[in-house]
């Protein structure tokens, strides 16, 4: 009741006044002329009481039963009073005008003849001296001050609504402005580091390879002048990069969600509490701006559907996953139906393997919760490597590379398979980055020893040709993969990773080839789906895009089993349906068989 209160406009206080001053006029009047009533005083006193409080009651919790108590009570005490005094009927002058006030659309087609002509007629047969007309147009006339005001007031209700609404979306677009700029912010430092970043790293190690071409000393003063600027510049991208990524996600998760939950509460004013469990731990950035997200979408869609007025929004850092959780207070919904916010705040959770739902009920509120995995490496989590390559200056870029990542530490170099060897047994790395051709000893023979005498160590050869003779002798020797140094800098990172913690990867292109001449060397031919792929002219990567296709595979799916982005898969895809003449991955599966594309 209390908090009802307190959201009550200037005209529920004009009303409840004029009750409580019509009752307590009334009230005086039957003390003082007590002596004319047949009942006794405590009845009459209780029967204003009554009068007085149960319709404002009903007002305010059950609208159903008010305008009938209103009209009985008042009305039946009216009645009474006319009994003994006439022209007590204008009494109910008041209750006409808190009726009209009060009644809503279909109620007035009884509400009003009930007050103005009804009650009139009983009272004209109770009282024949009063004129019947003069009490109809005096009740009615009541009745039509009622109904203004009650329009006065569904005008100023929706004139505050439209200011809340206005004040959520307000907020609700400056949130989504920052949100996304921080997001495109995001994608272009990536952006500028994978692609900037790795043709400075090429144009470096593409000009060291011509040192030994070199070798007069003009040529040499000359090449150390263009390392030095495309040293320099690599460093001033680099500091570009840090530059642009946006303010906003350097705060902490529980600052950034907590000074949101504040702003929201400010400018929408609704009663927003903010609380946290557990120790709060680094998330990704992809983790922390779907977090952000789904609280954003939850408190806007809890005062623009849900009509609420206090919100609680809990954090929960687990051993293994990131709990938030929305709960507020509104009216609930009849029909869970996803809109467009709902959907994107699924799939961002779903990109992150993560988990949106939403629990609502008619009348019992709604509660949001978004549940994403623990994604980040921990402080002690440091992957040691050892980089093996006869060329100084392969060396040195990988090393400047993958030190960038916070998880990854190169311990040591070698320029051979012996130094190789010696190396794992001085710092004891727990990976190793191996190239196969250099001198003294090769990288095959360098890997069977390695993983001879120290079984826990993870070898990652790193080549440059694609030799599917020197891959399948790399993989007897124990090698844990095999990957072709064109590839992006990410992609190398993520792929030590999945290597040391168990994995074995082999690049998509060779291991095909691999395989093809495996199975070329088992018929003694080239395999048939080989042959009608070439007829479509698919690529070996688009054939392997079909078959996890036909398999049912989502595309978020195939992209995390090839280390590839969601976005290049669906290119892959699409690339596959317009060389089959297809529309849709089912039209694809289909022509695909019948073609013979799947075995």
């Not at 159903?64 to 204008?90: D, K």
């Not at 009650?150 to 004040?167: F, G, K, P, T």
């Not at 609700?172 to 994608?187: D, H, V, W």
């Not at 988990?355 to 992957?383: A, F, N, S, W």
Request: hydrophobic share 40%; aromatic share 10%.
């Amino acid at each position: 009741m209390f908090d009802m209160v307190k959201q009550w406009f200037w005209y529920d206080w004009f009303m409840l006044m004029i009750r409580l001053i019509c009752s307590t006029s009334l009230l005086l009047t039957i003390i003082e002329r007590q002596a004319h009533f047949t009942l006794p005083l405590w009845v009459l006193v209780f029967w204003q009481l009554i009068a007085f409080s149960v319709p404002w009651l009903c007002l305010q919790l059950n609208y159903r039963y008010y305008l009938l108590t209103e009209i009985v009570i008042p009305g039946g005490l009216c009645l009474y009073l006319v009994l003994f005094f006439p022209e007590a009927y204008l009494t109910f002058l008041v209750y006409a005008f808190l009726i009209a006030s009060n009644s809503k659309q279909r109620t007035y087609l009884w509400s009003g003849p009930l007050s103005i002509l009804l009650l009139p007629a009983i009272i004209k047969l109770l009282a024949e001296q009063i004129d019947f007309w003069i009490m109809t147009i005096q009740f009615g006339t009541a009745y039509a001050f009622g109904f203004s005001f009650h329009l006065l007031m569904v005008n100023h209700r929706q004139s505050e609504i439209i200011r809340e609404q206005n004040a959520v979306l307000e907020q609700y677009l400056s949130q989504i402005e920052r949100i996304t700029l921080a997001e495109e912010r995001n994608r272009l430092s990536k952006e500028l580091h994978d692609t900037v970043g790795h043709a400075y790293t090429s144009l470096i190690m593409g000009l060291e390879t011509l040192r030994p071409e070199l070798e007069t000393d003009t040529g040499t003063k000359r090449l150390d002048s263009l390392l030095n600027l495309a040293r320099e510049n690599m460093d001033e991208v680099r500091g570009y990069v840090h530059q642009i990524e946006s303010p906003h996600e350097e705060l902490p998760l529980l600052q950034s969600l907590r000074k949101l939950a504040e702003e929201f509460q400010e400018h929408a004013k609704v009663s927003v509490r903010f609380q946290a469990f557990g120790e709060e731990y680094p998330v990704t950035k992809q983790a922390k701006i779907a977090l952000y997200r789904c609280l954003q979408e939850s408190l806007t869609n809890a005062v623009r559907h849900g009509h609420s007025t206090e919100i609680t929004v809990s954090v929960q850092f687990e051993p293994q996953q990131t709990r938030l959780e929305i709960q507020d207070n509104g009216r609930g919904m009849e029909h869970g139906r996803d809109g467009f916010g709902l959907n994107a705040m699924k799939e961002r959770a779903m990109n992150l393997q993560g988990h949106v739902g939403v629990y609502t009920q008619p009348g019992e509120g709604t509660l949001v919760t978004c549940t994403l995995p623990r994604q980040t490496e921990l402080k002690d989590d440091v992957i040691r490597l050892l980089v093996v390559d006869d060329q100084p200056f392969i060396r040195e870029s990988l090393r400047i590379l993958l030190e960038e990542q916070q998880d990854l530490q190169v311990v040591g170099v070698a320029e051979d398979g012996e130094q190789a060897i010696e190396l794992c047994r001085q710092v004891q790395p727990q990976l190793v980055l191996m190239d196969l051709d250099m001198p003294n000893l090769d990288g095959i023979s360098a890997s069977r020893t390695i993983k001879q005498t120290w079984p826990h160590i993870r070898i990652l050869i790193l080549t440059t040709f694609e030799d599917t003779g020197q891959a399948l002798e790399a993989l007897r020797s124990g090698a844990d993969g095999y990957l072709l140094k064109s590839m992006k800098p990410v992609e190398l990172a993520e792929t030590i990773r999945t290597v040391y913690r168990g994995g074995t990867l082999i690049d998509q292109e060779m291991s095909h080839k691999l395989f093809a001449q495996l199975e070329a060397a088992k018929s003694g031919d080239v395999p048939s789906t080989t042959k009608v792929a070439a007829t479509y002219d698919l690529t070996s990567r688009e054939l392997e895009i079909l078959q996890f296709v036909s398999k049912g595979l989502r595309y978020k799916t195939i992209a995390s089993k090839l280390y590839l982005s969601d976005g290049t898969v669906r290119n892959y895809a699409s690339s596959v349906y317009l060389k089959l003449g297809v529309r849709n991955r089912e039209e694809a599966v289909q022509k695909a068989r019948e073609a013979g594309l799947m075995e």
